[in-house]
């Protein structure tokens, strides 16, 4: 009896190790290897730890932690005081100054491209150079992986302050999900090999167990009764009659899914 109370220690012992040598292997092989900077997954990982915090506001979701800086998807990062990708920005405006306030997700953060490159600075600079003498600024409101409802309910909390002239709200398909929860797996906060070995599974899975292809998928989100797609209306709404109540002029940009262009199969998307 003791000999196999022993046999047993012994083996769980060694199991215990090797899966530890395992974890840590695998651990040591994807922050070092498989790492190069610009792993989607672990980019967005990265950028979930480094610059975004849980918002005390669950409309919002999460948001950016002021004066927090990364290098992500291989450009700089910089978020200013107010939690915007943006430079510096003064609360009251400078005198012959038109404002606007753009929303949105990670096209309008500007993931994966510098500064001088994201769609808000490249608008402050067209508009600047035919303004003749008027100036314009362009404040970028957007933070990755949002939906509408996170970006109009952070904008009416946080952004109204800065009073704007124009609100542009850009839209992509997928801004019609749910907000996503926090997820509470501690590897998946601490692990970046369990983050991409899981989501790498999860996306072979797809494939050869029949779970829905990125058309479906989306095309399901605009279901007559879809929850996520009725409150994006709700937020639009609310977002519109806040803007005609201050005399803010609002735009709407929509997005194309650039996955398939021709022929384009998300048009019924775009008439709603």
């Not at 797609?229 to 709407?252: P, T, V």
Request: charged share 20%.
């Amino acid at each position: 009896m003791n000999y196999k109370i022993q046999n047993f220690f012994v083996s769980a012992l060694v199991l215990t190790s090797v899966s530890f040598c395992c974890l840590v292997g695998s651990e040591i092989f994807v922050r070092y290897v498989i790492d190069d900077g610009m792993e989607y997954n672990l980019e967005m990982w990265k950028y979930a730890r480094k610059l975004k915090r849980v918002s005390e506001d669950s409309s919002q979701g999460h948001k950016h932690i002021p004066n927090r800086s990364a290098h992500l998807m291989g450009v700089n990062v910089a978020i200013n005081s107010h939690g915007h990708r943006n430079k510096e920005t003064t609360i009251n405006k400078l005198p012959q100054t038109t404002r606007l306030v753009m929303l949105g997700d990670s096209l309008t953060f500007g993931w994966g491209v510098p500064l001088e490159n994201t769609v808000s600075e490249r608008l402050e600079t067209l508009l600047n150079e035919g303004s003749h003498g008027k100036r314009f600024e362009v404040i970028n409101a957007g933070i990755g992986n949002t939906n509408t409802e996170m970006q109009v309910a952070r904008f009416l909390a946080d952004e109204i302050k800065f009073s704007p002239d124009i609100v542009i709200l850009n839209y992509f398909i997928n801004d019609a999900e749910l907000i996503p929860r926090p997820n509470k797996n501690i590897f998946m906060k601490y692990s970046a090999s369990y983050v991409f070995f899981s989501l790498r599974m999860a996306s072979v899975g797809r494939i050869f167990f029949g779970g829905k292809q990125w058309n479906q998928y989306y095309l399901d989100l605009y279901k007559e009764k879809s929850e996520g797609w009725l409150r994006a209306q709700f937020f639009f709404k609310k977002l519109s009659k806040y803007c005609q109540s201050k005399n803010i002029q609002l735009l709407l940009v929509n997005y194309p899914e650039l996955h398939q262009l021709q022929p384009y199969p998300f048009g019924i998307v775009s008439q709603k």
